[in-house]
């Protein structure tokens, strides 16, 4: 290595970094044909799917999809968005974090609690999504179940789907807003000085 290029650490490992992907991919396919369903100002939204027929068809596939890699990336993630007492002092401390006054913070580990907690809004989420989602579903499901659960489960679908959807926007704000995140997602690594920065507890034990 040249005295001037920046040390490295590994973030995500290609698996890692594959399985987010292919969440992500399919949460933009599910999003985007949901809300041509969902309201007909967004039905030209349909054409992302292939039409009316093709998106009725694929999105409840997708949805599994989503869920299964989902579950993968969760599990893999779930040890590391344990909170603790230094989260908690992290979320009274807003003004600091909002303000970019990190040396103010307690030491983060390898996610803040806002990382953490949008982790278990994502969970939440996902769970419910499937669940009433499998209640929709007319081709295989819905004959088991009554129209009532049926109706409230389109209900519970849409209002769980759009704060799935507030969730992702601020979790793509972020990673875009934190300069270096989007490259540990995409190439896998970051540089010593975003580590030291960002997560200084989790830098520590990486070097150790
Ligand atoms: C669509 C665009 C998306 C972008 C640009 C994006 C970007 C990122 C980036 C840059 C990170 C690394 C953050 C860090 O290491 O500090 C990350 C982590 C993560 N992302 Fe995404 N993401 C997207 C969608 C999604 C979706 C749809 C989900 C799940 C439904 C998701 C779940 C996660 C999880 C679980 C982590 C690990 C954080 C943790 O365990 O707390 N992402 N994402």
Known sequence: MKDDEPQLIERYTPNERSNHWITAICFILLALSGLAMFHPAMSWLYAVLGGGQWTRILHPFIGVVMFVSFLILALRFWHHNYLDKDDIQ???????????????????????????????????????????????????????????????????????????????????????????????????????????????????????
């Open 90 to 208: 992290w979320m009274k401390q807003m003004g600091d974090v909002l303000n970019n006054r990190e040396d103010r913070l307690p030491e983060i580990g390898r996610y803040n609690a806002g990382q953490k907690l949008l982790f278990f809004v994502m969970v939440i989420c996902l769970v419910l999504l499937l669940l009433t989602g499998i209640v929709m579903w007319r081709r295989y499901f819905s004959a088991y179940f009554p129209i009532e659960i049926i109706r409230l489960s389109s209900l519970v679908h849409a209002a769980v789907a759009f704060v799935l959807i507030c969730g992702i926007i601020i979790h793509i704000y972020a990673a875009i807003w934190v300069k270096g995140s989007i490259g540990a997602m995409t190439r896998g690594y970051v540089t010593w000085g975003w580590a030291r920065k960002h997560h200084p507890r989790w830098f520590r034990e990486s070097i150790k």
